[in-house]
């Protein structure tokens, strides 16, 4: 197989080890727990808490999962564009939509 | 068998024979011949539907099929020219084949995937065939498959839509493997701007693949369990909102239109400089306008939905983007002329097709233009004069760019060269016939033809008899296109590596090439149009 | 230049590996949002009617599900670390607790969903059709959502099964533990939209 890595990103030898231990992982299952606690406080404050609630903590477990469980932390620079790409090209559809459906 | 006499992709040298070794074979230069001869296949058939829809708008044929036939007939050519013929064309056939010889690679990154995803589409094609005969007779939706109607007619709605579900698992297993194809199996020494052009818009598609048809999967599964279980989306009875449907369906299908024409403009942009025998002017703007196409892109659906209740707010907003959108395309437009400015111009049969499709794209991208403004919109959605501008931009776009990617990578393909004359005498009804045909539409929608009507009233017929007239002269170049390569495929003089002169990596090779491609692996150290002194790859 | 990448010898890339498990689960995560881009654009519409049928959910199980796939997301992500230590027993434990909790998952799923279509709350029941349009909807996109959801947890369940398969025998290496990676991709998306639909059904009210 001919083959050139012109993006090496992600292949050094010293990332393959690259990880987290467990207790890193504990530490973070913790944190996703104790924020699921506190999503589900804040949802109860009202309407208004429970959206901001969503908008905030949601993605910050999000994050936590990606970076962590999915090593995300621990790739290159190209792993983490590939997402942001996606993630942005969400932003735009979500932004758009409400173009419209913020003034019906 | 091959030309020349050495063994090539075409020879059976594996431990299967015959047909087995083609549709079980993870050689992305076969795979991309199923694909074209599918591909093919589907355009005929649509172009057979197109054909009979003319004729049934001549006063004298209008009763050779009732309205909802009619209904069914338009629904069924967009479904099949669409998804089975603009969208997975030039990737599938020419993604396939060419991208890895034009990065100097031995496959695509994942081979058997390559394959598996020529058969979700062969069945999603299928599926959608089948709702043709089954059931209560073919879609009557039109391809766009608008709720409320999509979810209340007792045609076959949901199988068709199952189908083009299924097709675009094809599509996003192609856009995976080519991107990581482009990522990781770039010949040595070719950096990111040492690679042509057509990898370039090829990986520009491969992005909207990924991202953009999952949208339509989500509207599709939801379509079909609106109408299979009852769930209330997009059904107003139901509470939902048939607005939304607008939304879901044009997210998608409107980046999709970008995944048709990103590799007929990467096609031209490898034709143009081979026949100017000059590097190509603006490599950067072209590279990057390719991926400005594609982001950009996602940006503007709206404007499929001006006159159906979205707000103004938002009116004005996808109105402005779609201004902006045409900007990367006139870019490319630009260096394609400047590249042919003081070139020494070798006029090729590619290279008439080539500038064919400049003409004609720009007729088609200056009438979206013109429709992307508001108040022309009003007037304009709906009418025939949408129809003419897609059919420049999907047929005088993707089809000439897919026709003149066949008659520069013919020889290369299949080790033999076609007869120019006839590729030249070919052109002559094709060009006029389409301009006949579409022109005439343009000015029809301006007068106020609404599409998708079976009847219209009298004051339209010249119209429509001269594009009806105009169909088949278009449809006799047609034959005489494709005769010329039918026959040249078995029949025609043996082509050497480079018949063009061309000055990228796939004209180093043997035409057909061996099936690992590359008898040694190219090293790369330049970029990919030189011409002149020292020009050696 | 380098030599070694020109000659031609049998080598994996297991780079491009994982890149096409990311561009598959870019896929899988706009596939997703297409449900949500519809959730909004629908409660947007009817926020009163979504507050009603979110007071219907059982926010409980809701909460316990999300604590049990985080929980399944944790201990697959330990079998990982596990296999690259070469503690294989610790592994094929890890990735079995994982499928555990994964079906406990689908069991609290079916428990709740047979509820709710005891309550006359599914698609086509003549009780929902009586219900305000936004509280139709909103059982419609709960059912979609959540029942993808299930799908794909059977799926990543059943790709676990054979990875277990695979740790037991020792096909997968400590070193370059690819397929186990990727499963493991899959798995913490199927994770991660879950953390999205939570708030989305069981906090709307």
Same mark, same amino acid.
């Given at each position: 197989?001919?083959?050139?890595y012109?993006?090496? &990103?992600?292949?050094e030898?010293?990332?393959?080890?690259?990880g987290?231990g467990?207790?890193?992982?504990?530490?973070?299952w $913790? %944190?996703?727990v104790?924020l699921t606690g506190?999503?589900?406080l804040?949802s109860?404050?009202g309407?208004?808490?429970?959206?901001?609630g969503?908008?905030l903590i949601?993605?910050?477990? /999000?994050?936590?999962?990606?970076?962590f469980f999915?090593h995300?932390?621990y790739e290159?620079?190209l792993?983490k564009t590939v997402? %942001?790409v996606?993630?942005?090209t969400l932003?735009?559809f979500?932004?758009l939509?409400?173009?419209?459906?913020?003034?019906? | 068998?091959?030309? %020349?006499?050495?063994? &090539?992709f075409?020879?059976?040298?594996g431990p299967?024979k015959?047909v087995?070794?083609?549709?079980?074979?993870?050689?992305?230069k076969?795979i991309?011949l199923?694909?074209?001869?599918?591909?093919?296949g589907?355009?005929f058939?649509g172009?057979?539907?197109?054909l009979?829809?003319?004729?049934?708008?001549?006063d004298r044929?209008?009763h050779l099929?009732g309205?909802?036939?009619?209904?069914?007939?338009f629904?069924v050519?967009?479904v099949?020219?669409?998804f089975l013929?603009?969208?997975p064309?030039l990737?599938?056939?020419?993604?396939?084949f060419m991208?890895?010889? *034009?990065?100097? /690679?031995?496959?695509?990154?994942?081979?058997?995937?390559n394959?598996?995803?020529?058969y979700f589409y062969? $069945?999603g094609?299928a599926i959608?065939l089948a709702?043709l005969?089954?059931?209560h007779?073919?879609?009557?939706?039109?391809?766009?498959f608008?709720a409320? @109607?999509?979810?209340?007619?007792?045609?076959n709605?949901?199988?068709?839509v199952?189908?083009a579900f299924v097709?675009?698992?094809s599509?996003?297993?192609?856009?995976?493997?080519f991107?990581t194809?482009i990522h990781?199996l770039?010949a040595?020494?070719?950096?990111?701007?040492?690679?042509p052009l057509?990898p370039w818009s090829?990986?520009a598609?491969?992005?909207i693949?990924?991202l953009?048809t999952p949208i339509?999967a989500?509207?599709?599964?939801l379509?079909?369990?609106e109408?299979i279980?009852?769930?209330?989306?997009?059904?107003p009875?139901?509470?939902?909102?048939p607005?939304?449907?607008?939304?879901?369906?044009w997210?998608?299908?409107?980046? %999709?239109?970008y995944?048709m024409?990103?590799? /007929?403009m990467? +096609?031209?942009?490898?034709i143009?400089?081979?026949?100017a025998r000059?590097?190509?002017f603006?490599?950067?703007?072209?590279?990057f306008?390719s991926?400005?196409i594609?982001a950009?892109?996602s940006?503007?659906?709206?404007h499929?939905?001006f006159? &159906?209740g979205?707000s103004?707010?938002a009116?004005l907003?996808f109105s402005?983007?779609?201004?902006?959108?045409?900007?990367?395309?006139?870019?490319?437009?630009?260096n394609?002329?400047?590249?042919l400015?003081?070139?020494?111009i070798?006029?090729q049969p590619?290279?008439l097709?080539a500038?064919?499709?400049?003409?004609?794209f &720009?007729?088609?991208?200056?009438?979206g233009?013109?429709?992307g403004a508001?108040?022309v919109?009003?007037h304009?959605h709906d009418?025939y004069?949408?129809?003419?501008?897609?059919h420049?931009?999907m047929?005088g776009?993707?089809?000439f760019?897919f026709f003149a990617?066949?008659?520069y990578w013919?020889?290369?393909?299949f080790?033999?060269m076609y007869?120019?004359?006839?590729?030249?005498?070919a052109?002559v009804p094709?060009?006029?016939?389409?301009?006949m045909?579409?022109f005439t539409?343009l000015v029809?929608?301006?007068?106020?033809?609404?599409?998708?009507?079976?009847?219209h009233?009298p004051?339209?017929?010249?119209g429509?008899?001269?594009?009806?007239?105009?169909?088949w002269?278009?449809v006799?170049?047609?034959?005489?296109f494709?005769a010329? *390569?039918?026959y040249?495929?078995?029949?025609?003089?043996?082509a050497?590596?480079?018949?063009?002169?061309g000055s990228?990596l796939?004209?180093?090779?043997?035409?057909p090439p061996?099936v690992e491609?590359?008898?040694?692996p190219?090293?790369?150290t330049?970029?990919?149009?030189?011409?002149g002194l020292?020009?050696?790859p | 230049?380098?030599?070694? /990448?020109?000659?031609?010898?049998e080598h994996?890339d297991?780079f491009?590996?994982?890149?096409?498990m990311w *561009?598959? *689960?870019?896929?899988?995560i706009? @596939?997703?949002s297409g449900l949500?881009l519809c959730y909004?654009?629908?409660?947007?519409k009817?926020?009163a009617? @979504?507050?009603?049928?979110g007071s219907d959910m059982n926010?409980v199980l809701g909460?316990a599900n999300?604590i049990?796939?985080l929980?399944s997301?944790l201990?697959?992500a330990?079998?990982i670390v596990a296999?690259?230590?070469r503690?294989?027993?610790?592994?094929?434990?890890c990735v079995?607790?994982?499928?555990?909790l994964?079906?406990? @998952?689908?069991?609290d799923?079916?428990?709740?969903?047979?509820a709710?279509?005891?309550?006359?709350?599914?698609p086509?029941a003549?009780h929902?059709a009586r219900?305000?349009?936004?509280v139709? +909807?909103?059982?419609?996109l709960?059912?979609?959502m959540?029942?993808l959801?299930?799908?794909?947890?059977?799926?990543?369940?059943?790709?676990l099964?054979v990875?277990a398969?695979?740790v037991a025998r020792g096909?997968?290496e400590p070193?370059?533990?690819?397929?186990?990676e990727?499963?493991?991709?899959?798995?913490h998306l199927?994770d991660?939209?879950?953390?999205?639909?939570l708030?989305?059904?069981?906090?709307?009210a």
């Open positions: 197989m001919n083959e050139k012109s993006d090496r &990103s992600g292949v030898p010293a990332d393959r080890h690259a987290p467990y207790s890193t992982l504990v530490a973070v $913790a %944190a996703l104790a506190l999503l589900v804040v109860r404050a309407q208004g808490a429970a959206v901001w969503l908008l949601t993605p910050l477990k /999000a994050s936590l999962v990606f970076y999915m995300l932390k290159g620079l792993l997402l %942001a996606a993630l942005c932003v735009v979500f932004t939509l409400f173009a419209d459906t913020a003034f019906h | 068998m091959s030309a %020349a006499g050495h063994p &090539s075409l020879d059976d040298t299967r015959g087995l070794a083609w549709i079980l074979s993870t050689d992305h076969r991309g199923l694909y074209l001869y599918a591909s093919l589907f355009f058939a172009a057979l539907i197109g009979v829809m003319r004729l049934v708008q001549l044929f209008h099929v309205a909802q036939t009619y209904n069914a007939l629904t050519h967009g099949v020219m669409i013929f603009v969208i064309g990737p599938a056939v020419f993604g396939n991208l890895p010889l *034009l990065i100097g /690679a031995q496959d695509v990154a994942f081979p058997r995937l394959l598996a995803s020529w062969m $069945a094609a959608a709702s005969f089954l059931g007779g073919p879609p009557d939706t039109g391809w766009s608008y409320p @109607f999509s979810l209340r007619t007792g045609t709605v949901t199988l068709a199952f189908g097709l675009g698992f599509s996003m297993l192609t856009g995976i493997n991107i194809t990781r770039r040595p020494g070719m950096t990111w701007f040492r690679m057509f090829i990986y598609t491969s992005w693949q990924v953009a339509l989500t509207t599709l599964m379509v079909m369990l109408r279980a009852g769930v209330g989306i997009f059904d009875a139901r509470g939902g909102d607005l939304l449907y607008q939304h879901m369906f997210i998608y299908s409107h980046p %999709a239109v995944i024409i990103l590799p /007929a990467g +096609v031209i942009t490898e143009l400089p081979t026949f000059r590097t190509i603006g490599y950067k703007a072209i590279a306008s991926i400005g594609a950009v892109g940006l503007v659906w709206g499929h939905m006159t &159906s979205m103004p707010f009116n907003l402005l983007l779609t201004m902006i959108v045409a900007v990367p395309s006139a870019i490319k437009v630009f394609w002329t400047a590249t400015y003081k070139g020494s070798d006029f590619p290279l097709y500038l064919t499709f400049i003409f004609l &720009s007729i088609g991208g200056l009438t233009v013109m429709q508001l108040a919109n009003v304009l009418t004069f949408i129809v003419g501008h897609f420049y931009v047929f776009g993707t089809g760019g990617a066949l008659l013919f020889p290369k393909m080790g033999r007869s120019k004359t006839a590729a030249w005498i052109w094709m060009f006029i016939g389409f301009n045909l579409y539409m029809l929608g301006l007068e106020g033809m609404p599409r998708r009507y079976y009847n009233l004051v339209f017929n010249t429509h008899e001269v594009a009806t007239v105009g169909s002269i278009l006799l170049g047609l034959v005489i494709f010329n *390569l039918a040249a495929r078995f029949y025609g003089a043996e050497g590596p480079a018949p063009w002169g990228t796939e004209w180093t090779t043997p035409s061996p491609n590359f008898p040694e190219p090293v790369v330049r970029g990919p149009y030189v011409y020292g020009a050696r | 230049m380098n030599l070694e /990448a020109v000659l031609p010898h994996r297991d491009a590996g994982k890149l096409g *561009l598959f *689960l870019l896929t899988e706009l @596939f997703f949500f909004s654009y629908l409660r947007a009817y926020p009617d @979504f507050h009603q049928a926010v909460v999300t049990v796939l929980t997301s201990t697959l330990a079998g296999i690259q230590r503690r294989r027993r610790l592994a094929l434990g079995l607790a994982t499928i555990l994964g079906l406990v @998952f689908l069991v799923k079916a428990v709740e969903w047979t709710e279509i005891h309550h006359g709350l599914y086509g003549s929902l219900q305000p349009p936004g139709q +909807v909103f059982f419609g709960y059912y979609t959540t029942g959801h299930g799908l794909h947890v059977i799926a990543g369940i059943s790709v099964s990875m398969v695979w096909r997968i070193d370059r533990p690819l397929a186990l990727n499963s493991g991709l899959f798995w199927v991660v939209v879950w953390i999205f639909l708030p989305l059904f069981y906090l709307a």
